[in-house]
């Protein structure tokens, strides 16, 4: 166990809906990242907060957003969805906002029907 | 962000046997991972290893910063060390390469 929460485990939805996803950081940790692994992209790096603040952006969608609130968890809100936003999203945390180790949550398998 | 090539892409292996993986960087690395990924899909952490070797069990992982590559080693196999693994490095978030699909047999 990772000390990464992430809720819910399983997300089934269809297209055009919104959801969020959740994340609690390990205890301690500032840095929040969200991931998605999909089958054709591989594991891909969406976004980085560090206490609150939007640190760095990769490669997610103007249809995706994401924020960290005081206590630290995040939440992911994908909205519009699409069948190609099927994929797994994880969340990992790591101490500091630089170069740290991550630790990653157990996911939230998302399929878009 | 930087270009991360694991090879090979799959490994068959008999249990008891030993093996070496391997992942290559486009540029240099401050941050370097390797991960299991089990067959429910959970990332388990291995090694942060930016330089230098660990050791944990029948694990081991060496990396060679100034030629940006990084090896692990699996000796001694077992049908549970099945899985993907994965590298992954860069500074504040983590390229991750294709992956190794390791298929140990009993």
């Known amino acids: 166990d990772s000390g990464v929460t992430q809720t819910p485990k399983h997300l089934i939805t269809a297209t055009g809906q919104r959801v969020t996803l959740r994340c609690s950081p390990r205890?301690?940790?500032?840095?929040v990242y969200w991931y998605q692994q999909s089958l054709d992209q591989g594991l891909q790096f969406l976004i980085h907060?560090?206490?609150?603040?939007?640190?760095a952006k990769g490669n997610i969608l103007e249809r995706f957003s994401a924020q960290q609130f005081p206590d630290l968890h995040s939440e992911l809100n994908l909205s519009s969805l699409e069948l190609g936003d099927s994929a797994l999203y994880f969340c990992?945390?790591?101490?500091?906002?630089?170069?740290?180790?991550?630790?990653f949550g157990p996911g939230t398998r998302l399929t878009v029907t | 962000g930087i270009q991360v090539e694991q090879s090979p892409p799959d490994l068959i292996l008999q249990e008891g046997a030993n093996s070496t993986l391997r992942c290559n960087f486009s540029?240099?690395?401050?941050?370097l991972q390797w991960f299991h990924q089990n067959p429910w899909g959970q990332l388990i952490n291995l090694f942060y290893?930016?330089?230098g070797t660990k050791q944990n069990g029948r694990l081991s992982a060496t990396t060679v910063a100034t030629e940006r590559y990084s090896l692990l080693y699996i000796s001694s196999s077992q049908t549970t060390d099945s899985g993907v693994y994965f590298c992954?490095?860069?500074?504040?978030?983590?390229?991750f390469g294709a992956g190794t699909t390791v298929t140990v047999r009993a």
């Open positions: 992954a490095g860069d500074d504040y978030k983590l390229s």
């Open positions: 907060y560090y206490n609150g603040e939007e640190r």
């Open positions: 540029d240099s690395v401050n941050n």
């Open positions: 205890s301690g940790d500032l840095s």
């Open positions: 990992a945390s790591s101490t500091s906002g630089g170069p740290y180790e991550q630790y």
């Open positions: 290893i930016p330089s």
